[in-house]
């Protein structure tokens, strides 16, 4: 007999270990189906995902089923760690199956250097990526682009980046699409949005972005692990952490006001008004596609400049260039993303656009769009912990692309509210706990530690440990911090 | 009592009030700073006026909030309070304000988190005699 749980009269049954399933029914188009353990069951017992994830799956168009990865949780319309492939032509797109922060993302970088090597200069290192990496609140970048610049930015994404100096040619094939959607339309963002995103590019902002000094602290699988540059434990990485800005969020709001405004007779028909969309054949769907593209290409180039400047404060405290440290890009995955793939389904090969909110692409070996490198180990998926915990590197699996899209999680999703998280801890204390654990933190706020206090998420080993055991995305290697500068 | 904030796991929930709408909305864009700052630290020097017209009173809400962020984003601004605030109702609802606020430095303020977005989760305006009550999600 199958496994059975109800959640606030909703039922869901095993059909494999740790995939519960709920069955089509009323307006549902497809069951929804939620990779959980019955520990992160529990995490989301009493918030609204499950009812999220069942109305999402009255989507137009819909295919398989609407998922949930293993760190999901409530977000608004869409759930976070939501996944839904929504035909291409007589589907939709979803700007809330996004989310605000459009392509917010992380990469992560290697060194050759070890832990032994950058423990006594530690403290330097973090203090002179804090100088150099703007961050915090509306934190203004080091540059001033004009319309014309930003227009370029835009289009080009990370290409525009390296032709200007910031990282090298080969960080371009080590990034999600290279790091330029080809579909970004430049002219479909907003005035508004072009003037929160002018003075932020090449910034890491605030709330849960972060960078971090790791230390590869356990391999899981040491053919893939070398084949990624990652040789043995006690190696040192970087991990960048952040999005597309104001400009991102406020393309997101634009698109969200726009569609309200265009589709109130779809509204009517929805459960959620958060979960509006344009009929994927529509011009409005077009220019959301093309607005969304252009903030994901923003982001990817805000990614490569940090980069840079941490190449950089590492070039200045070893006093050695970065290709002699041996800073190459592992990869650069989204997680905030809808993206137009290929994918068979019942047999036929189809375009759809698969919205991943919270959920990270894990594509598999031999898959076209992986570059030459990963061809053979498949794709380097990151999933960052929060601020002082492990954070961890998988590959992409055949099972993932045939049963999520190729997706996986993307994080440790949060279980207390910043307002509880303020209550409970203080920034200082924070601060001198995590350096107890030897874990330096630089961030611009004593408050802001709080709130991301290490407490306020979810466990992010049972998080990957369910991903790999259901095999949508297998652990490589794991990571910890020894130093945090925190947005 | 010009607002109080209810339990929200991953963005911050918030209910504004006032006499009157115009009241509630100018205790809705404090609510939403003080998600950032400590409001009754900024200091009151730089001056910005504020014009948003929309289709309905929610979406005025929404608008108006939204004004905030861009100011914060584009121009650094970041608010104490709303001194003026006209709604007025035509064809659309259209809101006029002046604020007073700082432009923002880490050197004089403390933050906490960043509010990337006003959505229009759970929101309501809720109009009573002599009571006018709005509630809010931002998404940080």
Redesign the interface.
Same mark, same amino acid.
């Given at each position: 007999m199958a496994k059975t749980r109800e959640f606030g009269g909703i039922k869901l049954t095993e059909v494999e270990k740790h995939v519960w399933e709920i069955p089509k029914s009323g307006n549902m188009n497809v069951p929804a189906r939620i990779f959980a353990s019955e520990k992160l069951l529990e995490r989301i017992e009493g918030d609204k995902t499950i009812e999220q994830a069942k109305n999402v799956a009255c989507m137009p168009g819909i295919y398989k089923a609407a998922m949930t990865m293993p760190d999901a949780h409530q977000g608004y319309g869409f759930p976070i760690g939501g996944v839904a492939a929504l035909d291409a032509k007589d589907g939709a797109i979803s700007p809330g199956g996004v989310g605000y922060d459009i392509n917010c993302g992380v990469r992560m970088l290697l060194t050759n250097l070890t832990k032994d090597e950058v423990e006594p200069v530690k403290v330097k290192l973090i203090e002179q990526i804090f100088k150099e990496v703007p961050s915090g609140l509306g934190s203004e970048g080091k540059i001033r682009v004009d319309d014309k610049t930003l227009k370029e930015v835009l289009k080009k994404g990370s290409r525009w980046a390296v032709e200007n100096g910031y990282g090298w040619p080969e960080d371009l094939e080590r990034t999600e699409s290279n790091g330029e959607i080809k579909e970004a339309d430049p002219e479909t963002i907003s005035k508004e949005a072009m003037k929160r995103g002018r003075p932020q590019l090449g910034s890491l902002g605030a709330g849960n972005h972060f960078l971090e000094i790791q230390v590869v602290d356990k391999i899981f699988d040491k053919k893939i692990a070398k084949e990624w540059g990652i040789e043995k434990e006690g190696q040192v990485t970087v991990m960048i952490h952040c999005g597309s800005r104001g400009l991102g969020h406020q393309t997101c709001s634009d698109f969200l006001r726009r569609m309200e405004h265009e589709y109130a007779d779809i509204i009517k028909t929805l459960p959620d008004r958060e979960l509006v969309y344009a009929p994927a054949n529509s011009q409005t769907a077009k220019d959301y596609f093309g607005a969304m593209s252009a903030s994901a290409n923003y982001a990817w180039v805000n990614r490569q400049m940090i980069m840079h400047w941490v190449r950089g404060a590492f070039e200045k405290v070893f006093g050695k260039s970065a290709k002699d440290l041996g800073m190459h890009l592992v990869y650069d995955v989204a997680h905030n993303m809808a993206k137009l793939e290929e994918h068979e389904i019942d047999g036929k090969k189809r375009k759809v656009y698969v919205h991943r909110k919270g959920a990270t692409r894990a594509f598999p070996a031999g898959h076209p769009e992986l570059p030459k490198i990963y061809q053979k180990t498949g794709q380097p998926v990151i999933i960052p912990g929060s601020m002082g915990t492990a954070s961890y590197l998988l590959v992409g699996t055949e099972k993932g692309f045939r049963e999520t899209f190729g997706s996986t999680a993307h994080g440790a999703g949060r279980v207390m509210s910043r307002h509880e998280a303020m209550r409970q801890f203080r920034g200082e204390q924070v601060k001198a706990d995590l350096e107890k654990k030897g874990i330096y933190v630089r961030s611009a706020s004593w408050k802001g530690i709080a709130e991301e206090a290490p407490g306020v998420y979810k466990d992010i080993d049972e998080v990957v440990k369910v991903s790999h055991e259901v095999g949508i995305g297998n652990l490589v290697v794991r990571v910890v911090p020894i130093g945090v500068v925190k947005g | 009592m010009k607002y109080k904030?209810l339990?929200?796991?991953?963005?911050?929930k918030f209910q504004a009030y006032g006499k009157t709408a115009e009241e509630a909305f100018a205790n809705a864009a404090e609510a939403m700073t003080s998600?950032?700052?400590d409001v009754s630290k900024i200091e009151a020097k730089v001056k910005k006026k504020i014009s948003v017209s929309s289709?309905s009173k929610e @979406?005025l809400l !929404?608008?108006f909030l939204?004004q905030f962020?861009?100011l914060?984003?584009?121009d650094?601004f970041?608010l104490r309070e709303v001194t003026k605030i006209k709604i007025s109702k035509g064809k659309t609802y259209k809101l006029e304000a002046e604020a007073v606020g700082d432009k923002?430095s880490?050197d004089k303020y403390?933050?906490?988190?960043?509010v990337? @977005?006003?959505? !229009?989760?759970d929101m309501f305006i809720k109009e009573e005699k002599d009571k006018v009550t709005v509630q809010v999600?931002v998404?940080?």
């Open positions: - | 904030f339990p929200h796991t991953a963005d911050a998600v950032m700052v289709e @979406a !929404y608008d939204e962020l861009i914060l984003d584009s650094q970041i923002f880490y403390e933050t906490m988190t960043m990337k @977005a006003v959505t !229009y989760n999600v998404d940080v």
